[in-house]
Structure formats: C-alpha cells, structure tokens
C-alpha cells in the first residue's frame, strides 16, 4: 500500500510541475511554422516563420538548427539570430515571426528549450 501511494504522489507531483507541456524540456510544444509569402527576392522566394510555444509555460532559450541561416534578405536579428554553424536562437516576444529569402524553405528542427513554469 504504501509504494503503490509513493508512486501516485510521485504522478502527481510531476504532472503538476509539468503544467502541460509535452515533455520537461519543452521542445515537443514549440513548432515552427511557414510558408511563402508570394514575394520574389533577388530571384529566390520569400517565406515567412512564425514560432509557436503551445505549452501554457513561457520558454526561453529556444535553439533550432539552421545551418547558418540562408538568406538573400536580411533576417530580423530580434527574432532568430546565428549562434554557431549550426544553430539559430529564437529571440523576441511570444510567437515571434521573420521572413527570409532563398531558394528552397529551410527546416528549422528544434534542438532545445528551457520551459519557465
């Protein structure tokens, strides 16, 4: 009787400080969404990211890979910016958004999250 109510309390607990979300580290909740806007950029198609968090945590700290972030068109820093070769962080207030320009659309994978509940 007794692990069986330490199992259900330990459920419990984690659920609650979980509020939510798709796993502790968050990156399941956020997507990235896109699609092209219709405008032509130096001869290359615009598309248009929006960033969404769907767990009711705030989150911060979002990292996407992006493999330096192509573009013929300058990408708003305040919204993803370059950290490496390899990976962007996603910057700006909720469901940020920016537009970038370039021959086929980018995959922006999450990569890491840290939820704020």
């Not at 659920?15 to 909740?29: I, K, Q």
């Not at 699609?35 to 705030?58: D, F, I, L, M, W």
Request: hydrophobic share 40%.
């Amino acid at each position: 009787m007794g692990a069986t109510l330490s199992i259900f309390v330990a459920i419990l607990l984690l659920s609650v400080a979980n509020r939510g979300c798709g796993a502790p580290r968050g990156v399941p909740d956020i997507t990235l969404d896109q699609a092209r806007t219709g405008s032509v950029v130096e001869g290359k198609p615009e598309y248009e990211v929006t960033v969404s968090n769907n767990c009711e945590c705030a989150q911060s700290m979002v990292f996407v890979q992006c493999h330096g972030l192509s573009s013929v068109e300058p990408v708003d820093p305040r919204a993803i910016k370059p950290v490496d070769g390899e990976r962007c962080i996603v910057r700006g207030p909720a469901n940020p958004q920016f537009k970038y320009a370039w021959m086929t659309p980018q995959d922006f994978p999450v990569v890491s999250s840290q939820v704020l509940c």
